[in-house]
């Protein structure tokens, strides 16, 4: 019985995942235009590093499962970032982070207590680093770089000081609350990237700052959002900070309608990964079985 509930579950996600990405594209069918507009060697660039993206939150996710002293396996971790990747764009209220925090609690007896307060210490580090790419406009890129690292150490030394959040931070294993700064710097540097492209590829005339200040102020729509993808409230956050990056609303619409369409390809073939990973990992085991019996 229980194992039956499990299949019809699973069948209920994959038709509702399915289901998503129809409904996504039915109702923005402008994207496709957007990214008809755009060079082929252009797309598949932003593709090769929307992948590299993912692979950074995987990253994230292993430092972070390591702050909680479990050790998880490699294609567990790329498994895991492939479904929460997928559940966070389209779930409500974007309910990755607890798909994760669920699982990682039955799967590896993870604390949910511990993940919880080393999940709040990347975002920590996400807001200092997206915080310093809002005010990068106002000084040099070396002055940036210095600041990204002073602010990432000053982070840690706050979190890790007498206060009673921090005393549990502070309990936190230091060598991976390192690696999880990193990972997350190399998430975010790969952001501007590609938002750097997207914009570059509407509006050539957009430069470097521009677009690092531009991905400083959507990367906080992420603390708010409650629609997938962050539909509505990143385009409200770019809008309102133009007098910051001083990019067009029209450019703004017009780059995110392109991020939104290459983001939900992307999702698109993560499924398809997983789910045959799935069924190769089923195969594996009935074989298995069959070969024991």
């Not at 498994?79 to 982070?97: A, D, E, K, V, Y």
């Not at 607890?98 to 207590?113: D, E, G, P, T």
């Not at 409200?236 to 939900?264: C, G, M, Q, W």
């Amino acid at each position: 019985m229980k194992q039956h509930l499990k299949q019809t579950l699973a069948l209920l996600i994959i038709a509702a995942t399915v289901g998503a990405f129809i409904y996504y594209f039915k109702q923005h069918p402008e994207a496709w235009r957007q990214l008809g507009n755009i060079p082929p060697l252009t797309l598949v660039i932003l593709f090769l590093l929307y992948i590299c993206f993912t692979g950074s939150i995987a990253l994230i996710l292993l430092a972070t499962v390591a702050l909680c002293n479990i050790r998880l396996p490699a294609r567990d971790g790329v498994l895991l970032t492939m479904w929460s990747s997928i559940i966070n764009f389209f779930g409500p209220l974007q309910s990755g982070p607890a798909f994760r925090a669920v699982y990682l609690k039955k799967a590896h007896n993870v604390s949910l207590k511990t993940y919880g307060v080393a999940t709040l210490l990347y975002y920590g580090f996400y807001a200092v680093i997206s915080g310093l790419f809002l005010i990068s406009g106002l000084v040099a890129w070396y002055v940036l770089v210095g600041l990204i690292v002073a602010g990432i150490v000053a982070a840690i030394a706050l979190l890790r000081s007498r206060l009673s959040l921090a005393r549990k931070i502070r309990a936190l294993p230091l060598q991976h609350t390192y690696k999880l700064a990193l990972a997350t710097f190399l998430q975010l540097a790969l952001v501007a990237v590609i938002y750097t492209i997207e914009l570059k590829s509407v509006n050539p005339g957009v430069s470097i700052h521009q677009a690092i200040v531009y991905t400083g102020a959507a990367n906080f729509a992420l603390f708010v959002s409650i629609t997938p993808g962050a539909i509505g409230f990143r385009e409200a956050f770019l809008v309102f900070s133009e007098k910051l990056h001083h990019i067009s609303p029209t450019t703004i619409f017009a780059a995110n309608l392109i991020d939104r369409a290459l983001y939900v390809s992307l999702l698109g073939g993560l499924f398809l990964v997983a789910i045959s990973i799935h069924a190769q990992a089923r195969l594996t085991r009935e074989t298995t079985d069959s070969s024991v019996s």
